[in-house]
């Protein structure tokens, strides 16, 4: 599939979170200009940003309930950008309504007239295919100005993982993480309102509401999505560690982020469905650990410690029940705290830790006869 991006024209303006770049060109006034900004949040490869501009990428638009634009390509070559379909004018009136996204994928049907939509997106299971799904809409007339301030929007949600371990006791070691139960399918709607508003806040720790996003309908597909890494460890001092989230917080994305259709999920209950297994239908995490007893915490964990789950050279697997609330366009970090409890559970359905308690009672003194001392 070609890349299906924003817009046609004679300048292409991109902003993230800290600048701005615009590139001028060849401007007679009438011609059908773009200024675009995106979230800094795409795959590593293809980060559609102010310092990373696709190489080409194709428009639509209509005018008057008709189609104005079918597709255009356009191409950035010989230091401008230009359009391989001829260039395109403003109509002396009313407006013209331009859609774009971007994704390469390619496994869904685009419909570009009417109610713009995208039936069966289908999110690849391998990590490092997921590629981040951005769409825009504007609509506008020449006597607006003769450019269009494209602003794209982030469809999908970002996935990423941490770990501590607040017992110092333990010293555990991941192999993968995975999530099981969730829809790898769904149709998605652009919006009828501009995606005006732009984004750009990697710093903030609330939950914003985002205006003005397409939607999500008809999920299916239930898939279990993994991501491996190099074997990370996780000693016992809680300080988190990074499995899949970027190690500059500055930075929203990591080459090992999961980019997902967002949805709602219910969790494993392992009252009802004892082994995760044999869960078919709601969602869970399964953790590729490792788990020491460290004997002596002033020396550190030790080559021939205790595993108290898997061993030197296998990994198990720890189940742990978990419900989503994905929306669009935002990232969830998810913390994977080991300690004091029972560590999740194992294939079998019972807890991976048992951890050892205490009841303390002391033998009263017992008489252990009477003696007379002589004193003389």
Partial sequence: MKKLFFGAAAMLALASCSSENTLDL??????????????????????????????????????????????????????KWVNKSGNRYWPSTGDVTFVAYENENGDFAFNPTGASNLTNFTVPTDVANQLDFIYARKTQAKSAGTQVNLNFRHALSQIVYKAKNT??????????????????????????????????????????????????????????????????????????????????????????????????????????????????????????????NVRDTSIGVQADDIYLYGAADTYANIYIPVALNWAPGKKYVYTFTFGDGTAGYDPEGDHVLVPITFDVTVDDFKLGGEHDVNMD
């Fill in 167 to 292: 017992n110092k006791n333990l010293f555990v070691e991941i192999g993968v993480v995975s999530i099981v139960n969730v829809n790898s399918k769904a149709d998605f709607a652009f919006p009828t309102a501009d995606t005006t508003t732009p984004y750009v806040d990697h710093g903030s720790t609330g939950d914003a509401t985002i205006e003005n996003q397409g939607t999500w309908s008809n999920w299916s597909t239930l898939t279990t999505f993994p991501v491996s890494f190099t074997n990370k460890e996780v000693a016992g001092n809680s300080a988190p560690v990074d499995l899949t989230a970027a190690n500059d917080p500055t930075k929203e994305f990591s080459s090992l982020a999961l980019l997902l259709i967002p949805q709602t999920t219910t969790a494993w209950d392992p009252s009802s469905v004892t082994k995760p297994t044999d869960e078919a239908t709601n969602t869970y995490f399964v953790l590729s650990c490792k788990i020491r």
């Fill in 26 to 79: 060849n401007n007679s006034g009438n011609e059908i200009a773009f200024s675009v900004a995106t979230n800094n949040t795409s795959r590593a490869a293809d980060v559609y940003c102010n310092n990373n501009l696709p190489g080409e990428f194709n428009v639509w638009a209509s005018h008057g309930n008709k189609q104005y634009i079918a597709g255009d390509l356009i191409k950035f070559e010989g230091g």
